[in-house]
């Protein structure tokens, strides 16, 4: 009976000079954040050249180190961003590799025979690089399951919808915003504005719109004697938290003049 192919590594090399990438996710998140990729790292290669990463992964892994959820993804997509993990191949299939993980990985198994590879996952052609190194290794390529690659198809169909309908809804609340904005300039830049704040927090659309129409009832309410500043660019408010200000009566305009004469 043959022995099983052995998969992945039992340990991997870590240099003793780090990257500067890796030194940057230190900097920011101190010795947790390194701490964070090295623990990545070593389940990419008991693996072998990746794993995957979806919300599942995620919350075993958090659980298993007794890792802050959101510590965690903040990091993963600081180094996503930095490269230390591909960014295309995470948003293609939601694994983390790496050019570098995988070379690592397969001159560590040089002297391993026949050795599967998903070819989708790969950076850059595998049989080159064994070549290079003079590996022993047998490449078989393995294309992705049929029904993984149905089922990412599906998964990114239904995110961008989601992507797109979410887009409409927070289209259609600028929209209502705008409408009630008393000064119209810069539509472009106040509806980015407004979509980036809504994308934060939802709930803060009700507010504004409750806020603004308090100050233009206010407004509308003043006497002819009330001190009543220009409305600012939407843009503007929007940046100041404007929906925030206290209503409150303002100076006459004998007391601004006044006030201006100090």
Same mark, same amino acid.
């Given at each position: 009976?043959? !022995? /099983?192919?052995?998969?992945?590594? #039992?340990?991997?090399?870590? #240099?003793?000079?780090? +990257? +500067?990438? %890796?030194?940057? @996710? ?17 389940? @990419? ?8 990463? $979806? ?16 510590? *965690? ?6 180094? @996503? ?5 591909? %960014?295309?191949? &995470?948003?293609? &299939?939601?694994? *983390? $590799? ?13 002297? !391993?025979?026949?050795? =599967?590879?998903?070819? =989708? ?6 049989? =080159? ?13 393995? /294309? *992705? ?9 599906? %998964? ?10 979410? #887009? ?12 009630? &904005? ?21 709930? %803060? ?20 004697? $009330? ?8 843009? $503007? ?7 925030? +200000? =206290? ?7 004998? #007391? ?7």
């Amino acid at each position: 009976m043959p !022995r /099983p192919q052995k998969i992945g590594l #039992d340990y991997f090399p870590l #240099d003793t000079i780090m +990257d +500067d990438k %890796l030194e940057l @996710i230190e900097a920011k998140y101190d010795i947790i954040g390194f701490a964070i990729i090295i623990k990545l790292w070593a389940k @990419i290669y008991k693996n072998s050249y990746w794993c995957k990463w $979806t919300e599942n992964e995620k919350l075993l892994f958090r659980k298993n180190n007794n890792i802050e959820i959101n510590l *965690l993804n903040e990091v993963v997509n600081q180094a @996503i961003e930095w490269d230390i993990f591909s %960014l295309d191949k &995470y948003k293609q &299939y939601e694994i *983390l $590799t790496s050019n570098g993980i995988q070379k690592r990985y397969l001159f560590a198994i040089k002297e !391993r025979k026949n050795q =599967e590879f998903i070819e =989708e996952y790969c950076i850059f052609d595998v049989n =080159e690089y064994i070549n290079s190194v003079k590996s022993k290794i047998n490449a078989v390529k393995v /294309p *992705l399951n049929p029904y993984i690659i149905l089922k990412e198809t599906i %998964l990114n169909n239904i995110k961008e919808k989601e992507k797109k309908e979410s #887009d409409k809804s927070l289209i259609s609340l600028f929209n209502s915003f705008w409408k009630l &904005y008393p000064k119209k300039v810069d539509k472009k830049k106040s509806q980015d504005k407004y979509i980036k704040l809504l994308t934060k927090n939802k709930s %803060l659309h009700p507010m504004i719109i409750n806020a603004l129409n308090k100050q233009i009832d206010w407004r509308n309410k003043a006497d002819e004697k $009330t001190f009543i500043p220009e409305w600012k660019n939407p843009t $503007t408010w929007l940046n100041g938290e404007c929906w925030n +200000d =206290e209503v409150k009566k303002p100076n006459s305009i004998t #007391d601004e003049f006044k006030r201006n004469l100090l």
